[in-house]
């Protein structure tokens, strides 16, 4: 089994920004073997995909809310991901969910959420006005 904890999200006014962190633990998990991904779900409001990255960093994809104002990063030594959050607004406001997905991913799979094996708790980000 595979557990990932999110952490990292706060209260922060329009414009700051956070870095969230992803944890991953198992006696299986392997960051080489597993792609990583972040989505997020506001309020009434169905999950979003956020950011992928597969394990070596050669395919990455963002959300189009989100291009350019946040970035992935992972660290596999440390079976880790990132989510560095720049210049947020409101809509921001969701609870921020890890996963990974064992093996692969594409451009075309990496931003459904059904494909990932795994997912953590998450963590609120709220961004005020």
């Known amino acids: 089994q595979v557990q990932l904890v999110e952490s990292g999200g706060g209260l922060v006014q329009a414009g700051g920004s956070l870095r969230l962190s992803c944890s991953a633990s198992g006696r299986t998990f392997s960051s080489y073997t597993y792609a990583m991904g972040w989505f997020r779900q506001a309020p009434g409001k169905e999950r979003e995909f956020v950011a992928a990255?597969?394990?070596?960093?050669?395919?990455?994809s963002y959300g189009d809310n989100v291009k350019g104002r946040f970035f992935m990063s992972r660290d596999n030594a440390k079976n880790a991901a990132y989510l560095q959050m720049n210049s947020l607004k409101p809509e921001d406001t969701a609870v921020y969910y890890c996963a990974a997905k064992y093996g692969g991913i594409t451009i075309a799979t990496m931003t459904r959420d059904e494909v990932y094996d795994y997912w953590g708790q998450g963590t609120q980000v709220t961004v005020s006005p």
């Open positions: 990255r597969n394990w070596n960093g050669g395919t990455t």
